[in-house]
């Protein structure tokens, strides 16, 4: 993915034919459910910057899809699980950065920090995070730009975590920082979904560097780009935490 185009100056006026034309990808924004703001703004031909007007119609877009997603989610209905043989081998390598620049974390010394409306902020050992109770779970990743792939993740799951730190979980968000300078962050029933884990293993072995060690979220209701790797905090708000790529116009909720 390319960085976010230089900020324009001067707005823009809709001309009738690009107001259809926004109107046209509002109605298939809505109707699809998976075009996010960022490949509007390009279809449009504007970027995402306060001040245009244009700009300011495909964000209310943006949070206006962001409602309507939350309202049509289901907390205990399942995304797919399929089988070993139908494993993707090699599961793809996917980050805003090449191979070569995964972070070198220190297992041994890892800790994972947590703050925000949780009752116990002390930090997680990944022994700790082990002897909590395990699952998982043979599911498709599928990314924004247009490929997927079916893989094996383990780890405790997100809301049992929570659960032991006596999270806030009529709280709104709960966000993620990155070894890698990456961010994310989810609406509180997704955390609280079954099936989005704390990974600590892929394919029954503990996570490789190339798929996030030593811990990443897996959120098998989302887009690919809502499942951070090298997970070093977490936390809990009523503020909205925002992330990477929905900073720069990504549509914050993308379920699928």
């Not at 560097?209 to 209701?221: H, I, K, M, N």
Request: charged share 20%; with cysteine; net charge neutral.
């Amino acid at each position: 993915m390319n960085e976010p185009r230089p900020r324009r100056t001067a707005p823009i006026k809709l001309e009738p034919a690009q107001r259809t034309e926004l109107e046209s990808l509002q109605r298939r924004h809505f109707l699809r459910g998976g075009l996010t703001v960022g490949a509007m703004a390009m279809l449009s031909g504007c970027n995402l910057q306060d001040g245009d007007q244009v700009d300011k119609v495909l964000w209310a877009m943006s949070r206006w899809n962001d409602r309507v997603q939350a309202w049509l989610f289901n907390g205990q209905r399942l995304a797919p699980t399929y089988s070993k043989a139908q494993m993707t081998q090699p599961f793809p390598f996917n980050a805003f950065y090449s191979e070569d620049d995964i972070p070198d974390i220190d297992v041994a010394g890892y800790a994972l920090a947590v703050s925000g409306l949780v009752r116990d902020k002390a930090p997680w050992t990944l022994e700790g995070l082990r002897k909590l109770p395990q699952r998982s779970d043979i599911t498709r990743l599928i990314c924004v730009e247009g490929w997927s792939a079916i893989g094996q993740w383990g780890g405790v799951p997100l809301k049992t975590f929570l659960e032991h730190i006596g999270a806030d979980t009529t709280a709104k968000f709960v966000g993620f920082k990155c070894a890698d300078r990456y961010y994310s962050s989810l609406d509180m029933p997704t955390a609280l979904h079954p099936q989005t884990l704390l990974a600590l293993d892929y394919g029954e072995i503990a996570l490789p560097p190339e798929y996030g060690y030593p811990l990443r979220v897996r959120v098998p209701t989302k887009l690919g780009f809502k499942n951070p790797k090298h997970i070093v905090e977490i936390f809990v708000s009523n503020d909205y935490p925002g992330g990477y790529w929905e900073d720069q116009g990504y549509n914050w909720f993308s379920g699928i």
